[in-house]
């Protein structure tokens, strides 16, 4: 059958090859390779040359009304029924359809009953950690994203950014600037945060100073918990007073150490943990410390990195805190 099939639709078989086809069609347990063979063809061929809708929506009726009776299965067996009461109670008919036809009904039918597409939903892009060549870290919030010579080969650091970022900027005698848009904010050694998603562009200082120019010759030098908001129409600086790290709710379960002093960063782990963290040695309180932690760390593990990276040894201490011994860097 299936040769008959392809021969038919290639218009080369002969009368006989017909005959012996249609004989086959009307035969109830072929009904399974006929759906399999039409949706072959449908998935290989579109058509080139449609019979005219007009005469083959004429020429269908005359066929519905040959079984005025029967009623139509679901949409699923719809093209099986039709070709049914096509082979069994007109074969006159049949003769006188051609592949165009029979290609321009499964084509129709086919986009009458497949349902469209949803739309894909796209994965949110998680955060993401930098480091740059000079040491500075950037932590891009969700869908941010930077433009920048990897290799800050110029007289400044420069960047472009899109999104929000933290940005936690090494010391140089390069100045540090970000663009976003017409506003730059220029820093040399720093920690802060840009939001370029909203209406009115933020920028919050965690600490150090920051300068923030909209392009027609008005600034503002910020420090630590303070924040300008930038109206992106008319480009107007307002700078007010806010708590920083509430600012930036989303950065809190990331911590960037990028050359802080050890006692800076156990300030920071007793803040965020709400535990007691001490250094037995005042002398170790200076020792620096570099270190990215972006995957929910525990405090141990935080505290076993920190201590590991200055010679360090530490122990767990009652009500959970922990101790760090030694003579550190020193």
Known sequence: MTYLFH??????????????LFQLLSRPENDELLKELIDETW????????????????????????QPTAAPPA??????????LFSRYAAAVILLLSVSFLTWYIYSS???????????VPK??????????????????????????????????????????YFDI?????????????????????????????????????????????????????KRDEQVMVDMVNH???????????????????LLFNDVSMKEAVDELRQRFHANVTLTNPASENCHVTATFTQGESLEKIVKVLSKINNMDYKLTAGGGFELTGEGCN
Do not use: M
């Open 7 to 20: 021969r038919y639709y290639e218009k080369t078989s002969t009368p006989s090859e017909r005959e012996e």
């Open 43 to 66: 998935s290989q061929n579109v058509p080139s040359r449609l019979q005219d809708p007009q005469t083959a929506n004429r020429i269908l009726q005359y066929i519905i009304q040959q």
């Open 75 to 84: 949409n699923h067996h719809r093209l099986i029924w039709y070709y049914r």
């Open 110 to 120: 086919h986009s009458a009953t497949t349902a469209p597409r949803l739309a894909e």
């Open 124 to 165: 949110p892009v998680p955060d993401q950690c930098l480091t740059l060549a000079d040491g500075s870290k950037i932590l891009l919030h969700k869908d941010a994203h930077i433009d920048f010579d990897p290799a800050f080969s110029g007289k400044t650091r420069e960047v472009t950014l899109v999104g929000e970022a």
């Open 170 to 222: 090494r010391h140089d005698t390069r100045p540090f600037i970000v663009h976003t848009g017409p506003i730059t904010t220029t820093v040399l050694g720093t920690a802060f945060n840009i939001n370029a998603h909203d209406k009115d562009l933020t920028i919050t200082v965690l600490k150090g100073k920051v300068k923030v120019d909209n392009g027609t010759g008005d600034f503002s030098i910020l």
């Open 236 to 254: 107007k600086l307002k700078k007010v007073q806010v708590d920083a790290n509430e600012e930036i709710a989303w950065k809190k379960p990331y």
